[in-house]
């Protein structure tokens, strides 16, 4: 079963590098062969599966609301699936926080 970061990490951080490096791999595996910009990566958004034969947790990344799809050369295509204010602040894509500063000023 699918534990969330808080569980695993609470008492060490031994497995932070093998967290870091699979993220890292999913992130590009989205990005160049999915073509998919997950733009909401943080602590609450990747899970652990602690069941694995080699004794290695398996993490993984969720929650894709505001994900998008790009092109080959980067270029976005189309908006994230959820348009309205998600999530903390700091962990908002530029893009969402600039559409979100752009209605304001309009109104």
Same mark, same amino acid.
């Given at each position: ?5 808080? /569980?695993? #990490?609470s008492h060490s951080s031994r497995y932070l590098g093998e967290?870091?490096?699979?993220? $890292?791999?999913? %992130?590009? @595996? ?10 909401? /990566?943080? #602590? ?13 947790? $398996?993490?993984? %990344?969720? @929650? ?44």
């Amino acid at each position: 079963m699918y534990e969330p970061l808080g /569980v695993l #990490f609470s008492h060490s951080s031994r497995y932070l590098g093998e967290m870091i490096y699979q993220m $890292l791999n999913c %992130l590009h @595996d989205l990005r160049y062969r999915a073509l998919i910009l997950h733009r909401d /990566v943080s #602590f609450n958004n990747i899970m652990v599966l602690r069941d694995e034969p080699d004794g290695k947790p $398996l993490f993984i %990344l969720n @929650d894709f609301n505001l994900a998008t799809r790009a092109t080959v050369d980067g270029k976005l295509e189309g908006g994230p699936i959820s348009k309205h204010r998600t999530g903390m602040l700091p962990f908002m894509s530029y893009e969402l926080l600039h559409d979100m500063w752009s209605t304001y000023e309009a109104v």
